[in-house]
């Protein structure tokens, strides 16, 4: 039976995350101790205390998610834990590539905060949005893009699984989408709140911007193969590694399409190192056979000890 770790993106961010993780383990402890020397600020407050709309800050909530993931995953390792595969989603990547050895946790953490800073300032407030798209019909999304967009940019930004599909782009565009998406029958379709349009073409100055940073990085081969968001791949070199964090900024997250790979290769269990649940529910969407079990609070390890007996 082959383990995958898979690790959350923006958006599964919550005041109090990670608390009883360090309450509880010493790794986790030494990971928001690490953390806070690095960025030279207590992260490990605004992780544990907030306020909620400081942590809500693209620049801070980067850093904060990678940060409990990685106290998730030190914590896996140190109860023996070793995942055959990883993959993270969107900001998850990075998580992912200090799980399989290719980047050093601080070299991580200080590109999230400059990424999420970069992202923040490509558009200015008010001009980009995001939606889901909750069972589009099947053959319906491109026609809706393409006539939504009305030379405005949106396309689709996370492929995350055949009932979930949301979009990016300029604020006008999307909601043309939106009203569309309606019109063809989709389920719900739910503006999302959030700082910028992600994974959309309206990122490309914070790619330019972020790829100095990643090429100043020292990425090493990866101990554990890892499949990408880019291109839903499977990758082992830290080449591989760089250039996916590049292309990943303004190109879509294939996330059901990278499931459906690990599937491919033998995955039957997932364990989601993180704050909340997101891609653990996403799983049984994508393929209701894998089994998936989330670790970010310090009472859910007893489920994953027994589950894995």
């Known amino acids: 039976m082959k383990l995958a770790f898979i690790f959350p993106g923006q958006g599964s961010q919550y005041v ?4 009883s993780l360090a309450d509880a383990f010493a790794p986790a402890r030494e990971i928001f101790n690490q953390a806070d020397r690095e960025l030279g600020f207590s992260l490990t407050r605004l992780c544990f205390e907030g306020p909620a709309e400081e942590l809500q800050l693209t620049e801070n909530q980067q850093p904060a998610l990678l940060a409990v993931s990685i106290a998730a995953l030190r914590v896996l390792e140190a109860q023996g834990l070793k995942p055959d595969f990883v993959a993270g989603h969107s900001l998850g990547e990075y998580s992912a590539l200090v799980a399989a050895g290719s ?14 800073r970069y992202m923040q300032e490509a558009v200015p407030p008010g001009v980009g949005a995001m939606a889901a798209l909750l069972r589009l ?6 026609g809706i893009l393409s006539e939504a967009a009305q030379g405005e940019v949106v396309s689709a930004a996370n492929l995350n699984s055949p009932d979930q599909v949301v979009i990016a782009g300029h604020a006008g565009a999307v909601g043309r989408a939106v009203e569309l998406a309606k019109a063809a029958g989709v389920r719900r379709a739910i503006l999302l709140q959030v700082s910028a349009p992600f994974h959309c073409a309206l990122m490309k100055p914070a790619q330019e ?6 090429n100043a990085t020292q990425f090493r081969d990866l101990a554990v193969p890892l499949v990408n968001n880019w291109q839903a791949r499977i990758i082992r070199t830290g080449g591989e590694a760089r250039e996916g964090l590049y292309h990943q900024v303004p190109n879509p997250v294939r996330w059901a399409e990278a499931i459906q790979q690990l599937s491919s290769a033998g995955v039957t269990r997932f364990i ?3 704050a909340g649940g997101v891609l653990t529910g996403l799983l049984r ?16 390890w007893e489920k994953i000890h027994a589950a894995m007996a």
Request: charged share 35%.
């Open 16 to 19: 109090g995350m990670g608390k």
């Open 103 to 116: 980047i050093e946790f601080g070299d991580a953490l200080r590109l999230v905060r400059k990424r999420g």
């Open 137 to 142: 019909p099947e053959g319906k999304l491109d």
């Open 209 to 214: 911007r972020l790829a100095a940073d990643l």
């Open 272 to 274: 989601e190192a993180g």
């Open 285 to 300: 969407n994508i393929n209701p056979e894998l089994q998936g079990s989330k670790f970010g609070e310090a009472e859910d």
